[in-house]
């Protein structure tokens, strides 16, 4: 199967407390692309991460961090000091290659930050 | 620049309408692709072209007919929609060559359009 699984529907937590989004892929591929989209309250899907398979290196961009383990096959998303503007869904979705590039995307975790 | 624009933002339409809605990137981009994303769900794949070809379509109903007239922009056409077709459309593009190459180029997404169906 190719599946992506966020476990967590919804967390609340109060602003520049740490939060975790959990995301874990099935996958048949040897070969493939993980990433995590942000969704604010406007709609928009905002991009803020790929990871390759052969890549486990976790990766730190300002506030945010993620940690890949493929022998867990998770792909986790760590937002440090949260603040309101975090508040929106987050996706991860997993890239899969059936004749064209297709996203398989998990239900999403609405995440909201208050003040 | 990873700008994909969308109008109109907001749609209402009677099932008895036509309507488009449009999808532009000036990224170089040569893939296209229409989603469809309806309350508390993640998006849902209905076209993809591929160098202005249409590659794929997700079995989408015929009420719904996109177009890609360059390779900048994308339409997507709206004649005798139903209720239940009341959702968030969203298009995307990506690098995306068409034989060979990286399989991991990202998708862009834009605001989207809110389409309501009466």
């Known amino acids: 199967a190719q599946k992506v699984t966020q476990a967590q529907t919804e967390i609340s937590v109060v602003e520049k407390e740490d939060v975790t989004l959990d995301c874990v892929y099935e996958t048949r591929d040897t070969t493939y692309y993980l990433f995590w989209y942000k969704q604010p309250p406007s709609g928009e899907l905002v991009f803020l991460i790929r990871?390759?398979?052969?890549?486990?290196q976790n990766e730190i961009s300002g506030r945010y961090s993620w940690n890949f383990q493929k022998s867990t096959s998770s792909f986790n998303f760590t937002i440090t000091a949260s603040q309101v503007v975090d508040s929106a869904v987050y996706f991860c979705a997993l890239r899969i290659y059936t004749g064209f590039q297709k996203l398989v995307f998990g239900t999403g975790t609405r995440l909201l930050v208050s003040p | 620049d990873t700008e994909v624009t969308q109008t109109p933002k907001h749609l209402v339409m009677g099932m008895t309408n036509k309507k488009s809605l449009k999808c532009e990137q000036h990224?170089?981009?040569?893939?296209m692709y229409w989603y469809k994303q309806k309350a508390k769900k993640p998006p849902e794949l209905m076209f993809v072209y591929s160098y202005e070809k249409l590659s794929i379509n997700e079995s989408v109903p015929s009420r719904f007919s996109p177009e890609c007239p360059n390779s900048s922009l994308l339409n997507l056409h709206l004649h005798a929609l139903q209720p239940e077709d009341s959702a968030l459309y969203l298009c995307a593009s990506s690098q995306d060559r068409a034989s060979g190459g990286s399989r991991g180029e990202t998708q862009y997404f834009g605001p989207g359009t809110r389409l309501l169906v009466l």
């Open positions: 990224m170089g981009h040569r893939a």
């Open positions: 990871r390759n398979s052969f890549d486990e």
